[in-house]
């Protein structure tokens, strides 16, 4: 059996929280600031604005222009058949329980949520809290306990369970293509690209400057220079029917 490295999973982990993060952030700035602002875009009818466009060391425009247009349409495109059944569950933890190395990994991260969680709980404690931060706390209480009644590795195999349904889906009805081994699990680029130029046409975004639009749907191509391009058959065969996945009963 293959090892799967659990930090670069319980990384990548982050990096889509901070992606949920950042779109907060922006969606208050939009409020927060005063014009002028240059408009660079729309994205389900609310407009998108060149300040918005943040990028650090970990993240880059192409990224970033994924979290202002792309993200918000994939959530509202979202389907309860993404959503992984119990059984899909069950069998892919089964399979993965058998790395010892990732069992202890995920070990170690549960010992560091439960650290974060006696924090939380110290901090609603105290009696000079304001509403709002006591139920900012709440809040990060109660996913900390259902993170830890889960445990890291249920947790992170939600996440990637639904991230291979959805591209299953995507490379299913927008004609296959090209496919990408990333961190993560794989990813339909070619499908990918057809399905946003799709809810692009269908009004869902639009992009108005030429250079950014170009940026955020090369991300999605075999020009950007991520992960690994799978050609053959059997690994093409092995995306959609994962060793992991229960096998039909036969009759």
């Not at 050609?231 to 093409?236: G, H, L, P, V």
């Amino acid at each position: 059996m293959q090892k799967t490295a659990i930090p670069r999973w319980f990384r990548s982990l982050l990096f889509l929280i901070s992606l949920s993060l950042l779109q907060i952030t922006v969606l208050v700035a939009q409020k927060t600031e005063t014009p002028p602002r240059e408009q660079i875009g729309v994205c389900l009818g609310k407009p998108v604005y060149r300040d918005q466009l943040y990028t650090n060391q970990n993240i880059e425009l192409h990224e970033t222009l994924q979290i202002l247009f792309g993200y918000p349409v994939f959530e509202e495109y979202y389907q309860a058949k993404f959503k992984p059944t119990e059984k899909e569950i069950a069998a892919a933890i089964a399979y993965y329980s058998r790395d010892e190395s990732m069992i202890k990994d995920c070990q170690e991260i549960d010992k560091l949520t439960q650290s974060e969680l006696e924090e939380i709980e110290n901090q609603l404690k105290r009696s000079d809290l304001k509403p709002a931060e006591r139920k900012r706390l709440e809040q990060k209480q109660q996913q900390l306990q259902r993170e830890l009644k889960n445990g890291a590795l249920k947790e992170m195999l939600l996440m990637f369970l639904e991230c291979w349904k959805f591209e299953k889906h995507l490379y299913l009805t927008q004609g296959g293509g090209g496919i990408r081994s990333m961190m993560f699990g794989e990813e339909a680029f070619d499908a990918r690209f057809k399905w946003l130029e799709a809810q692009e046409k269908r009004g869902k975004f639009q992009i108005t400057d030429p250079q950014l639009r170009t940026t955020f749907f090369e991300f999605w191509t075999d020009k950007n220079n991520r992960g690994r391009n799978i050609t053959s058959q059997d690994s093409i065969q092995e995306f959609l029917e994962p060793e992991w996945l229960p096998k039909p009963v036969s009759k």
